[in-house]
């Protein structure tokens, strides 16, 4: 695939944060929690980095 395994699973884990944050009424911290990050602090910059916006702003976005 060309993707390091620690960045290919990061990528699925946002993937489903994203599916999480349109499909579900789940607050920020339990998609955290659900996603295996140590906290909502932790998952939300993650989320940023990869999508350039918070996981709450893209939430109201979609």
Known sequence: MGVP???WLR???LDRAKS???DTKM???????EL???SHT???AAFKRM?????S???HEQ
């Open 20 to 22: 999480m944050l349109r």
């Open 11 to 13: 990528q699925r884990r």
């Open 57 to 59: 702003r893209w939430r």
């Open 51 to 55: 999508t350039g916006t918070s996981p």
């Open 36 to 38: 295996g990050y140590g």
């Open 5 to 7: 395994p620690h960045a």
């Open 42 to 44: 932790a998952f939300t």
């Open 27 to 33: 607050g920020i911290a339990t998609i955290a929690e």
